[in-house]
């Protein structure tokens, strides 16, 4: 284990190495700079760290090396409610919960640790950790906050010679999409069930499989969106960022004049549920239905699918589904392809 601690000094320049105990010690002085000391394990360890920081001493001013050293105990904790300060308000509204309840989970486990203190080696030790509890993409979501703000404290907040561990690490891999889709009269049973609890959760499930639309997406239409005479949606705020047009199916229209119908005013939200409130209902009526490891996600999958296999073009699919790039469309050509197959032998 190493430990640094350093003291203000005056005098001549001069590196020295101890051998104290079981452990070698290093102090290194310079006029005007502040000293220098460390405890490490082997001699060689003690050789290479005397080097680098002659190195750094002979680089950089006094008030530069001074600035360093405060910055190598700057807490995460201290680093993360800064960020959340002065960061998370630029962000998205569900990227900022989202982000805060991944900034909360770090200060309570690691907000002790000092941000320059968190090197390759102590965050591969983190990711073994999260991967007993956490999924892939949710450990990749904690490395891209985690990195994110060693940028920002780099290049906005003059810590210049922090290094970013995750730039070190390797993240884990994503598993394949899932390719769960309706099988069967599932759809059938999914729409009664829901209709038996909640007409509009139906009617909301009716525009998932027609439309490709994300769950927030859809909860966060608004009426002054939906072009009737169009017969389209537009949606202003998607989780890429850009704003896209979706056309409305006959049975996808029909789903919004009936929840039309029923609501109150014509302004506003088009559907009362809430996101944990669509969803919690959304799973009882799987359960109700009989159906297993169908997402609500799946419903996405399953409409984009549909769209290739009526042989629409991959781009205009891709312009219609909003996915932000072609390689995440890639898994969709088989379907195409087949469609494209059968429709020129006949079959």
């Not at 003690?46 to 002979?58: D, G, I, P, V």
């Not at 960020?83 to 486990?109: E, F, H, S, V, W």
């Not at 991959?314 to 392809?337: D, L």
Request: glycine share 6%.
């Amino acid at each position: 284990m190493v430990q640094v601690d350093y003291t203000t000094s005056e005098g001549g320049f001069m590196a020295s190495i101890q051998k104290r105990g079981n452990y070698w010690r290093v102090q290194i002085r310079r006029t005007g700079y502040p000293a220098l000391s460390g405890t490490f394990d082997t001699k060689a360890e003690a050789n290479f760290w005397a080097a680098q920081q002659e190195k750094t001493l002979s680089e950089q001013t006094p008030e530069r090396v001074v600035q360093r050293l405060r910055d190598q105990d700057y807490a995460l904790a201290h680093a993360l409610d800064r960020y959340a300060l002065d960061i998370l308000p630029g962000k998205k509204p569900t990227t900022q919960r989202r982000d805060m309840g991944i900034i909360k989970r770090l200060k309570a486990d690691y907000g002790e640790m000092a941000l320059a203190r968190i090197d390759g080696q102590m965050l591969s030790g983190m990711i073994r950790q999260w991967q007993t509890r956490l999924s892939a993409n949710s450990i990749r979501l904690y490395l891209a906050v985690l990195s994110h703000l060693y940028n920002i404290a780099r290049k906005e907040w003059g810590m210049v010679d922090l290094i970013n561990p995750v730039e070190l690490v390797r993240k884990p891999r994503l598993p394949q999409g899932r390719d769960r889709r309706l099988i069967g009269d599932e759809e059938e049973r999914l729409l009664t069930a829901a209709s038996a609890m909640n007409p509009e959760l139906a009617d909301i499930v009716i525009v998932a499989i027609e439309t490709a639309m994300r769950q927030s997406e859809i909860l966060g239409l608004e009426w002054r969106h939906v072009h009737w005479l169009d017969h389209t949606c537009y949606l202003p705020d998607t989780k890429n960022g850009t704003a896209r047009i979706v056309p409305l199916s006959v049975r996808a229209e029909a789903a919004l004049q009936r929840q039309q119908q029923r609501a109150t005013g014509k302004d506003g939200k088009v559907w009362r549920y809430t996101n944990d409130g669509m969803r919690a209902s959304y799973f009882k009526a799987l359960k109700k239905a009989g159906i297993e490891g169908l997402t609500f996600h799946d419903l996405r999958h399953e409409a984009t699918s549909r769209f290739c296999e009526k042989a629409i073009p991959m781009m205009t699919v891709q312009a219609i589904t909003g996915h932000k790039s072609t390689q995440m469309m890639k898994r969709y050509t088989h379907i195409s392809g087949k469609t494209l197959v059968d429709a020129v032998r006949g079959s």
